[in-house]
């Protein structure tokens, strides 16, 4: 035998010219924007399945979607430069492949005041000015201005939107129905969201609107699928990364769990922040300063009905009616990560067949999330675990009852899940829902050619991260490429 044959064989690693570590919609929109300028890119995904947050599983038979209330940034076709229709065109996917139902209506409950709005935001102004007549001309020029800010321009230093509010509107009552939706579809920080973050949120819920995919999250995501795929992205399932090769404080391609090395010249990474600085360097003390841990985490009670709601007896007809109903039992408004397993005391309910045309040949659903505290919910033993997610679901349902009706003796299957189901679907340490509580917008990370995309660059949601994925993808890589 030669010496050439003895030699262990290792195949020299392959290279791209832009790898993606993630494949929730931030990656695979990355990855689709990337490949259509011809360059070789694959999406990394640690499990089979794609989507991130925002995918689905099968229990008792059923196909759910994880995470999935609404598509916020909801627009018409026609109205062009926001953000679901520059996805659609940067993308080129057809809006109509969509196939989404918008709102009729949601609500906001504080502590008994009810808020109606839809995708008109006339419909808000008015029935704001109703609950607080003496600020109505305050809360139209609020909604003046933030309608006039072109987003994404204009980068701010941190401060509390819940601060600004009050400064501009006076009221607690009118500032804790915006933070209420504002906080639970994509604030990081508790207790408030970046003044920044809400003048984003605020767009995207109330300027633009709420939607439904009409069949749930699975076409949505089949279709991104399909379109890396004819562009001819690469998406490598099973692929976990667990390091990012550097040098020179440049980073030139990742190490996958199996040991395979992939070069790149460009790595885009929706790992999250703190996850992303530990692929750098898993030795490194974390630097709670710069790059903070997030600390909410939520639990959704996912219960299947054999009766729609609005034909229950009970509840705020409103509320019961409404695609999403976000609540706050308590005044003002409290979000930050429990003592106890749960905070029973806030939430958001969704039911998607009260979105016209969505699910409508499926059982009714009823979901509520109610923020929730991971360490509660580890170091516990099976058993315990399971009699927490029915004393929990139970609760967060009961709590429910306060604007909808009671919909337990209709329950015909009812699925739970926790903090640590978070974490395992996006890898994000102790189930943080929307990461660190300071963004990157521009996607820098220490080293040159790693780059964030996705919650922690601090677009959120289905459409934002595609955003995200887009935008960051059109920066770092195709930008930089001409
Ligand atoms: C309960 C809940 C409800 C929500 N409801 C809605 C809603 O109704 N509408 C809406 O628009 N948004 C909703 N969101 C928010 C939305 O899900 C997120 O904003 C969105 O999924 C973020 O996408 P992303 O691509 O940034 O990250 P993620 O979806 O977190 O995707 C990251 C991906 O990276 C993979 N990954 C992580 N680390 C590695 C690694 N080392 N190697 C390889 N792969 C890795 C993960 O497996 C995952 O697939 C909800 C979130 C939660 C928690």
């Known amino acids: 035998m030669s010496a050439n044959q003895d030699a262990p064989r290792t195949a020299p690693a392959e290279r791209y010219d832009a790898l993606v570590i993630g494949a929730g919609l931030s990656g695979l929109a990355a990855g689709i924007r990337i490949a259509m300028y011809g360059k070789r890119v694959a999406v990394l995904e640690k499990h089979?399945?794609?989507?991130?947050?925002?995918?689905?599983?099968?229990?008792?038979?059923?196909?759910?979607?994880?995470?999935?209330?609404?598509?916020?940034?909801?627009?018409?076709?026609?109205?062009?430069?926001?953000?679901?229709t520059r996805v659609v065109r940067q993308l080129r996917i057809g809006y109509d492949d969509l196939d989404l139902a918008p709102q009729s209506h949601s609500t906001v409950v504080s502590d008994g005041a009810v808020l109606r709005f839809s995708n008109q935001v006339d419909e808000m102004i008015e029935n704001a000015g109703a609950l607080a007549p003496s600020k109505k001309d305050r809360f139209v020029a609020l909604v003046e201005?933030?309608?006039?800010?072109?987003?994404?321009?204009?980068e701010e230093p941190e401060r509390s939107a819940r601060?600004?509010?009050?400064?501009?509107l006076g009221d607690e009552l009118l500032v804790d129905l915006l933070l209420i939706p504002c906080c639970y579809y994509g604030s990081a920080r508790e207790n408030d969201v970046d003044w920044d973050q809400f003048v984003i949120l605020f767009h995207s819920i109330f300027l633009e609107g709420l939607a439904m995919p009409r069949q749930g999250i699975r076409p949505l995501l089949d279709l991104f699928k399909s379109r890396l795929e004819e562009t001819g992205g690469e998406l490598r399932r099973h692929s976990e990364v667990v390091r990012v090769l550097a040098q020179d404080g440049r980073a030139t391609g990742v190490e996958l769990a199996d040991g395979t090395q992939l070069l790149a010249d460009t790595i885009l990474s929706s790992a999250g922040r703190v996850e992303t600085?530990?692929?750098?360097?898993?030795?490194?003390?974390?630097?709670?300063v710069r790059s903070p841990r997030g600390r909410l985490s939520f639990v959704e009670?996912?219960?299947?009905?054999?009766?729609?709601?609005?034909?229950?007896?009970?509840?705020?007809?409103?509320?019961?009616?409404s695609g999403v109903v976000f609540f706050s039992n308590s005044r003002p408004f409290r979000y930050e990560?429990?003592?106890?397993?749960?905070?029973l005391s806030s939430g958001v309910i969704s039911m998607t067949q009260n979105f016209p045309g969505a699910h409508a040949d499926k059982e009714p659903v009823f979901r509520v999330t109610c923020l929730a505290n991971h360490g509660r919910w580890t170091g516990i033993d099976g058993e315990?675990?399971?009699?927490?997610?029915?004393?929990?679901?139970?609760g967060a349902l009961a709590a429910a009852t306060a604007f909808c009706p009671d919909v337990r003796p209709h329950e015909v299957f009812r699925d739970v899940f926790t903090p640590t189901t978070i974490t395992r679907y996006t890898g994000h340490h102790e189930g943080t829902v929307y990461g660190s509580p300071r963004k990157v917008r521009d996607g820098r990370t220490e080293l040159d050619g790693l780059f964030l995309i996705g919650t922690d660059q601090g677009y959120?949601?289905?459409?934002?991260?595609?955003?995200?994925?887009?935008?960051m993808a059109n920066l770092h890589v195709l930008a930089a490429s001409n």
Do not use: Q
């Not at 600085?277 to 030795?283: A, K, S, T, V």
């Open 337 to 343: 990560r429990p003592d106890a397993a749960v905070d």
């Open 145 to 154: 201005d933030l309608s006039a800010r072109r987003l994404g321009e204009e």
């Open 384 to 394: 315990t675990y399971d009699a927490m997610k029915r004393e929990w679901s139970d």
């Open 163 to 168: 601060a600004e509010l009050m400064d501009r």
């Open 301 to 321: 009670t996912i219960s299947v009905l054999d009766t729609d709601p609005r034909a229950m007896t009970g509840g705020h007809p409103d509320c019961t009616s």
């Open 277 to 288: 600085n530990r692929l750098i360097d898993p030795e490194r003390p974390e630097d709670p």
């Open 48 to 84: 089979y399945l794609w989507g991130g947050l925002n995918s689905f599983y099968k229990r008792g038979g059923r196909l759910f979607d994880t995470g999935l209330h609404a598509l916020t940034n909801y627009v018409d076709r026609r109205v062009s430069g926001k953000p679901l």
């Open 460 to 471: 959120l949601g289905i459409v934002g991260a595609a955003m995200s994925g887009i935008s």
